[in-house]
């Protein structure tokens, strides 16, 4: 190969098709990360005022997720399940496998956010009149899941960045894409250069996006 | 195709595959652990133009998905004429990425510890070096061992990502498996509980290290890291 | 402060893109050109690109070997070429899209790795005489009504990521739902799972496959309406002339004393797919 010639056209011509596996790549993500966080935050609250056994049943869900890959739960979903009869989809076997995954590292992180909220705080709203539900949704659940924004943010940044994998159920998301084209127009560098900025991009505006959010909001 | 399809029959197969899996997790964790130290240590004492460029790789690395950067050895390498095997490229993608978190932990373990620590032992007589050897480093190791054990599980559960370019890794011999006796769920079943098995004892062993330095009144830097 | 993290972030991200591609463009212009040939015969070695996900072609047996059709043709020619048919090595491709990149970037000598003629692939690297002869077929479950090509409008059926195969299938079924796994042992176990109705490969493997499972399968024979008619070769990075020589006369070789009928009598049970150039009356 003589002397390497950026060449961009070819990338130029795959816009539309880049353009759709961004697209896919958000949805995937956008999907996984709000069912985690509805799974972490249900599994959390289960577990803190849940009676020993049921901790026990939520440990035993968030330590299943956080020792294995999630590669290893989209191939058991999309793989494995067809065996039993069921044949979900690729994009669903991917999104409940990412969903499943880091819902238990959300578990763990919102029972910490849980057991950081002030039980005096738990008390003077019960002294104010407020039932348990009110005070779980007005007082206690709002500073606890403050408190974890941080570590969620983390969690979901590695979502956004794992929707990546669901490329090998042949998901046509962005990683997906981009191995097609290489092969396609062998611009390695090229491409390399284009996806990696826009994944670059996904994640550094979703971190700015939730700080934004963190300081705008008026937290007490 | 012979069809010896039971779970028992492939275990052979399936071993020769995590044997893989442990090597290039070690070799990622040992020389991450090499680099990562150093430049952590670089980054904490480093001019201003060396920060802004560790900053930046270590901005690429973390925002960057694995596939992408394993990607990027398997791809750009060749063009420089570096012919790696397959294995070989996993290793220089995963230690690339095992040593820029590591970076991270260590950085952030360096600056855990007071500035007067360093400040005393250089009043003393200690040579740079030495006072980070012999003072800085020790103090800081404290911080820093939850986020380290949490990132060798990282690590292990991260070289699965490799199976996707082919590499003959535990993850990737399993799905080949399936693919000749169609024994999809027993398989991958099997497979979730062996990385489970490898991984609680480290998982528990983190968390475990990381209560006895809260009863001690250090905080650590759990979170920072995979 | 978030703004400047940004701006050094993404102009350290370009500037690091341009250093690496002045420093790509200087390392690949220094590299001294070699005959192909002569270097593996210094080297002592054939590297050989080929897949463990063909079945028949390229694949991994119980004990987990790589065995197959183009792994008997590769140690044939590493036999021819170095006296040792075990002076070789595999380098595995997980799927068919690294076989053009791995040829060009060096990483193997040839790629024998059913590897069909197209006129795109043909524009960058370099194929040898065909060695097999095959069409792009569909592989239905035998129980399954389906006898001609047209009978799988509106059905499910699945194949390799491709965009080639993709137009393939489109341009003889026009109504197809075509589903494509990064390979081809994907697209075959998503078949076998009932994911789809029918699996696409070409008709060599295909009659492997039919074999290898008596009874399960057979291959929809639509005689007017054959798809892609195609050759495998071997392919070769583009300007090597000398080894393209070589490796044509190897194989012209291998027809005259019988050892390419052998390798198609062993995997596929006939001679019918052998080229019409290793046919002719000598």
């Not at chain 2, 007071?114 to 070096?129: I, R, T, Y």
């Not at chain 2, 820093?144 to 590499?167: D, E, H």
């Not at chain 3, 044509?248 to 797919?273: P, Q, V």
Request: proline share 4%; glycine share 8%.
């Amino acid at each position: 190969m003589e002397g390497y010639h950026f060449y961009f056209a070819p990338i130029w011509d795959a816009i539309p098709a880049i353009g759709s596996a961004t697209a896919v790549a958000a949805l995937v993500a956008v999907t996984s990360i709000l069912l985690a966080f509805g799974i972490g935050t249900a599994a959390a609250l289960t577990a803190e005022y849940g009676g020993s056994r049921t901790r026990m049943a939520i440990s035993v869900y968030v330590e299943a997720m956080r020792n294995s890959p999630s590669l290893v739960k989209m191939y058991f979903i999309f793989l494995g399940l067809p065996s039993l009869g069921l044949y979900p989809s690729p994009f669903w076997s991917g999104v409940i496998a990412l969903a499943l995954h880091n819902g238990g590292y959300i578990t763990e992180i919102v029972r910490g956010g849980l057991a950081a909220v002030n039980r005096t705080e738990v008390q003077a709203a019960a002294s104010l009149g407020l039932s348990w539900s009110q005070t779980q949704r007005l007082i206690v659940l709002p500073q606890a899941l403050r408190f974890s924004l941080p570590a969620l943010t983390n969690v979901w940044i590695e979502m956004i960045k794992d929707t990546s994998l669901t490329s090998a159920l042949a998901v046509q998301e962005l990683f997906y894409v981009m191995t097609a084209l290489v092969s396609s127009t062998l611009r390695s560098f090229e491409i390399l250069i284009v996806f990696a900025a826009i994944y670059f991009a996904m994640t550094t505006i979703f971190a700015l996006t939730i700080k934004l959010f963190e300081v705008r909001t008026p937290w007490r | 195709m012979d069809r010896s399809g039971s779970l028992f029959a492939i275990t052979p197969l399936l071993l020769r595959g995590f044997g893989v899996t442990l090597l290039l997790t070690g070799i990622s964790i040992a020389l991450g652990l090499v680099f990562g130290t150093l430049l952590g240590c670089l980054y904490a004492w480093g001019g201003r133009l060396l920060r802004v460029l560790l900053f930046v790789m270590v901005s690429a690395v973390r925002g960057v998905p694995l596939v992408v950067q394993v990607f990027a050895v398997f791809f750009v390498l060749p063009v420089y004429g570096i012919k790696l095997s397959a294995v070989s490229s996993a290793a220089v993608a995963l230690t690339i990425f095992a040593s820029f978190t590591i970076m991270e932990i260590v950085r952030g373990g360096i600056e855990a510890v007071p500035k007067a620590q360093l400040q005393a032992a250089l009043s003393l007589g200690f040579s740079f070096a030495g006072a980070m050897r012999t003072v800085v480093l020790p103090q800081a190791l404290n911080s820093m061992m939850p986020s380290l054990v949490n990132q060798a599980v990282f690590m292990i559960k991260a070289t699965s990502v490799v199976s996707l370019f082919g590499v003959a890794e535990f993850l990737y011999i399993s799905k080949e498996q399936i693919e000749r006796t169609l024994m999809g769920f027993e398989i991958m079943a099997f497979v979730w509980a062996a990385y489970t098995i490898i991984c609680y004892p480290l998982t528990a062993l983190g968390r475990r290290v990381e209560s006895r330095l809260r009863t001690r009144g250090q905080t650590s830097l759990a979170g920072v890291g995979g | 402060m978030d703004r400047r993290v940004m701006l050094t972030a993404f102009g350290g991200f370009g500037a690091g893109a341009a250093a690496l591609a002045a420093t790509a463009s200087e390392a690949v212009a220094q590299a001294a050109p070699q005959s192909g040939l002569k270097r593996i015969l210094d080297r002592g070695k054939l590297i050989v690109g080929t897949r463990s996900t063909t079945i028949g072609f390229g694949f991994k047996d119980g004990k987990g070997e790589l065995v197959g059709f183009d792994i008997d043709l590769a140690k044939a020619i590493a036999k021819g070429l170095l006296n040792d048919e075990t002076k070789i090595e595999f380098e595995v491709f997980p799927g068919g899209a690294e076989r053009v990149p791995a040829l060009i970037s060096g990483r193997v000598d040839i790629v024998i790795s059913q590897f069909s003629v197209f006129e795109s692939r043909a524009q960058v690297i370099d194929f040898s005489l065909p060695y097999c002869n095959s069409d792009f077929s569909a592989i239905v479950k035998a129980s399954s009504p389906y006898l001609k090509h047209k009978d799988l409008n509106g059905k499910v059926v699945t194949t390799r990521q491709g965009d080639e195969l993709k137009a393939l299938i489109l341009g003889a079924i026009p109504e197809a739902k075509v589903e494509m796994y990064p390979n081809f042992s994907d697209s075959f176990t998503a078949f076998r799972q009932g994911r789809a109705e029918a699996f696409f490969n070409d008709s060599a493997p295909a009659r492997y496959i039919v074999r290898e499972f008596p009874g399960q399968f057979r291959v929809i024979l639509d005689d007017e309406n054959r798809i892609d008619v195609n050759q495998y070769s071997i392919g070769i990075k583009q300007g090597e002339q000398v080894l393209l020589n070589y490796i044509n006369w190897a194989l012209i070789r291998m027809r005259l004393d019988g050892r390419l009928e052998a390798i198609h009598k062993r995997w596929l049970e006939s001679t019918d797919l052998i080229p019409g150039w290793a046919r002719a009356a000598i």
